[in-house]
């Protein structure tokens, strides 16, 4: 019997959109722990305001999804990768600048919020392109393994950055950290495309959002809600509970075991099993947002238990959200014609982006009240999710799929 031969997906190209990725994502994370510590300290603001602040980000990011898969379709797909990334990396500067004036915090915030917007979506849709079809599950799979090394390392390293009250290192790592993969970005190859001239482009509301994923993007979003709870406030819950010791390696455990789900779950994608990994992946996302809503009671019990439910729940909830992601993210390209990946990848992100906003946001007005409660929320929102999947998202998926 001949071995069979697979496509190669590890070429230069795709290697150098993996570390772009893993660059780009750490810049990120370093600040996404430490901007609530930082509102909190520099502008004497509470809860509820912290909450405002950094969901005016994932606004930013959402209204220009849309905008951004039609662009990323219809110009040049490199062009508006790099130009992004660019933006990108120079708004990082402002943080240096903006420090007295909370109106002027929030206006950096929602310019940099722009531009993630425009390169996720672009990036996403990129790493696609260099990657061979009979392999994107599996692509899809090591590229999100370049995001979570990044949530494995990035936050903490911006706590570590921090712990002598430093803001203007953590700023300056994450900027350092950007223009250096912008570098890997400049350096990757992207064939050629045909494009239609702009005088034959028809503008509509379905060059925008692919109106066949909607139902998929409901029930990713009220995935996204619970997760931006989490990445949110996981830190200042779990030090409330008494737990005040390594409370940033809850991101590390997290990220282990999204690494550890997806390099099984892109290679089931790719035998066909889309639908069963997004259930399987839900099951387990819904028992870590369980152990986040018990562990102050855990805690309370016993301070060593909370210890151990703490980082099992990161695990669960990680290897959950890992063994979703590349069979959402497939699901939804499946579902679009080649010339309007961007749109569908758009499309995945916006439903992401609306609950992760909801969610800090949510979770800022709850916590006012109880950290437990904010997670229990949170647990009947994946719930749901799963039945929405179930009764609505998979039928729909089956009767319309285009591969």
């Given at each position: 019997m001949s071995a069979v031969i697979k496509d190669r997906l590890w070429t230069r190209s795709y290697i150098f959109v993996c570390l772009a990725g893993f660059l780009m994502s750490f810049s990120f994370f370093i600040l996404v722990p430490t901007l609530p510590l930082y509102l909190a300290e520099t502008f004497s603001i509470g809860k509820s305001m912290v909450g405002i602040v950094l969901s005016c980000y994932v606004i930013a990011v959402l209204s220009v999804r849309p905008l951004a898969g039609f662009v990323a379709d219809t110009f040049p797909r490199k062009s508006v990768y790099i130009i992004s990334y660019a933006l990108f990396v120079a708004t990082f500067l402002g943080y240096f600048a903006v420090t007295r004036t909370l109106a002027l915090f929030i206006l950096l915030r929602v310019v940099h919020g722009f531009s993630f917007g425009m390169l996720t979506t672009t990036s996403n849709t990129l790493v696609i392109d260099v990657m061979p079809s009979s392999r994107r599950g599996e692509g899809l799979g090591y590229y999100g393994v370049t995001n979570n090394l990044a949530m494995a390392f990035g936050p903490m390293t911006g706590l570590f950055v921090i712990s002598s009250g430093n803001y203007t290192l953590l700023f300056l790592t994450s900027l350092v950290t950007g223009l250096l993969g912008l570098c890997f970005a400049a350096s990757v190859r992207v064939a050629k495309r045909p494009t239609a001239p702009l005088s034959e482009f028809k503008l509509s509301a379905d060059r925008f959002f692919l109106k066949e994923g909607i139902r998929a993007c409901i029930s990713f979003f009220l995935l996204a809600i619970p997760y931006g709870m989490t990445t949110s406030y996981i830190a200042i819950y779990a030090a409330e509970s008494g737990i005040t010791r390594h409370t940033g390696l809850f991101f590390t455990v997290m990220a282990a075991g999204l690494i550890a789900s997806r390099l099984n779950s892109g290679k089931r994608v790719d035998k066909g099993f889309i639908t069963q990994?997004?259930?399987?992946?839900?099951?387990?996302?819904?028992?870590?947002?369980?152990?986040?809503?018990?562990?102050?009671?855990?805690?309370e019990w016993s301070n060593v238990a909370g210890y151990i439910a703490y980082f099992l729940t990161a695990f669960l909830f990680g290897f959950g959200f890992g063994t979703l992601f590349p069979a959402y993210n497939t699901l939804f390209i499946n579902l679009a014609p080649n010339s309007r990946r961007a749109t569908a990848n758009a499309t995945y992100l916006t439903g992401w982006d609306v609950g992760i906003g909801v969610g800090m946001l949510l979770g800022g007005y709850i916590a006012e009240y109880d950290y437990a409660l904010c997670y229990t929320v949170g647990a009947g929102l994946i719930l749901l999710s799963l039945l929405f999947f179930v009764r609505q998202v998979t039928p729909h998926f089956e009767s319309h799929r285009l591969r």
């Open positions: 990994t997004v259930r399987t992946g839900i099951v387990i996302a819904f028992f870590g947002s369980l152990g986040e809503a018990t562990l102050s009671a855990v805690a």
